[in-house]
């Protein structure tokens, strides 16, 4: 994760639809726009410098956004009475939508019809860096071109602009990340005994024991069409992992991954994880109440223990990613995460440019905004709202920073979904009883007919 994809239309759609029937609007728009996977950064093929179109100070920007950022829009709108601007609203949130891609390509054959200003996903910036026809302009404009000062994109999380990445420019303003720590109910915990592990190998154990004093009782979920992101792109597993643009490393031979499979059976084994999706249908009514922790995104907090679970406050409480024992390096996945890009058409570039900085970066938007900002101060704002602190049982602060620092860049952002395989090969495998570990080949085969059939050479089968 990516992806990652928007050609990830499947994943965000069937995510979106599964966790309805679980999670308020609110729950939903926080998967809305995700992206999975960050990118690796490609290598200049063209040299060819960016050339703006002719500039009309003034003139009216046109701004594309899904329904959760329309009012971080309007806002600006308000703030900016001098800013001419015709706000549209699209599923941009819904990572797989190919709206913007099929649109852009209309109006780049007509020569005429782009937004100035775009909320997307990730995987949209695939596309978007490039062009899409011989002699047409990439949509996207470079924003390290002039536009945003180094200064302000060296205020992004570490890896957040990753999947903005390519060309050796950098595409897009990342809004939010997803960073996945670890979830638990401080309460129970604290009754039974238990301490909250650091490494995978206690987690291991502590399932296992949990499995035996308290049947019934879950430390997680494999059942999501997400969920692959949450262990195995924080097990650095090289499922997606782009060696350069167009050649993709996918071995789920290697170690990692295999270490995070077996470690997954034998707690699926214990019945300590399930195979059930913690969005699936009758999931939170029949057992909400009994997951003791959950290895996910920042926004599980709100919007799966609060908002879907109803975990009364003070119970739920984050600790930071989990490590292998004797591994120095962390690193955690991404589960989520929207970006915003400004068209190269745009005949008004410092308008455009000053709303997506403003929208990613000040703490007057991001303060209150739905999930976790990839901007750091901004994040620092968000994090000192007590809106978003005063549910938990701890201080997430701490957590939720080191987690946004270390999202492992190895699993690279595609031009298709990183969830399709997962959802139409792993799940039904694992439903039928099957162990993750025995369909780690066929999952690989799947992952490799999407990425040839999308052009990528693909090595280490």
Not at 427 to 442: D, E, I, R, W, Y
């Amino acid at each position: 994760m990516r992806s990652s994809g928007s050609p990830r239309a499947r994943r965000r759609r069937t995510a979106l639809r599964t966790a309805a029937a679980a999670l308020s609007l609110a729950a939903a728009a926080a998967l809305a726009g995700c992206a999975s996977a960050d990118t690796t950064t490609k290598t200049s093929t063209s040299g060819t410098a960016f050339t703006p179109v002719a500039q009309k100070d003034g003139s009216k920007i046109t701004v594309w956004a899904d329904s959760t950022r329309l009012p971080s829009v309007q806002a600006y709108q308000k703030a900016h009475p001098d800013v001419k601007m015709e706000i549209v609203t699209y599923d941009g949130g819904a990572d797989g939508s190919t709206y913007l891609q099929s649109k852009t390509q209309l109006f780049d054959r007509t020569g005429s019809g782009w937004p100035d200003v775009v909320f997307g996903s990730p995987t949209d910036v695939t596309w978007a860096s490039e062009p899409t026809k011989p002699g047409a302009q990439p949509f996207a404009a470079p924003l390290d071109d002039k536009l945003v000062p180094q200064s302000t994109l060296d205020g992004f999380a570490k890896g957040s602009l990753a999947p903005c990445q390519f060309n050796g420019h950098t595409y897009c303003l990342r809004n939010d990340i997803a960073q996945v720590v670890l979830w638990y109910n401080k309460d129970l915990m604290d009754k039974w005994g238990y301490e909250t592990p650091t490494t995978w190998q206690q987690y291991e154990a502590l399932g296992k024991q949990v499995a035996k004093d308290h049947p019934g009782y879950l430390v997680g979920s494999v059942g999501d069409t997400n969920s692959h992101e949450s262990y195995f792109w924080a097990g650095q597993c090289p499922a997606f992992s782009l060696e350069k643009p167009d050649r993709l490393r996918s071995d789920l031979k290697d170690e990692k991954c295999v270490r995070m499979a077996t470690l997954l059976d034998e707690l699926i084994s214990a019945k300590a994880v399930t195979t059930k999706g913690f969005f699936s249908q009758g999931f939170a009514k029949d057992s909400g109440g009994k997951v003791l922790m959950a290895y996910g995104p920042s926004w599980y907090g709100q919007y799966l223990f609060k908002t879907a679970f109803k975990t009364p406050a003070k119970q739920i409480a984050a600790a930071s990613p989990l490590t292998w024992e004797g591994e120095t390096t962390p690193a955690t996945g991404n589960v989520g995460g929207g970006v915003w890009m400004v068209s190269s058409h745009s005949a008004n570039l410092k308008a455009s440019t000053d709303l997506v900085t403003w929208l990613t970066t000040s703490d007057e938007n991001q303060a209150s905004a739905p999930t976790y900002p990839a901007y750091t101060k901004a994040a620092d704002a968000w994090l000192a709202n007590p809106a978003n602190s005063d549910y938990f049982a701890n201080d997430v602060s701490k957590p939720f920073q080191e987690a946004a620092d270390q999202v492992w860049t190895g699993w690279s952002n595609t031009r298709f979904s990183d969830a399709t395989a997962w959802s139409s090969v792993v799940l039904p495998g694992l439903t039928s009883g099957k162990s993750l570990v025995s369909v780690l080949p066929a999952w690989q085969r799947e992952i490799s007919n999407q990425a040839r059939a999308e052009g990528y050479q693909v090595v280490n089968e």
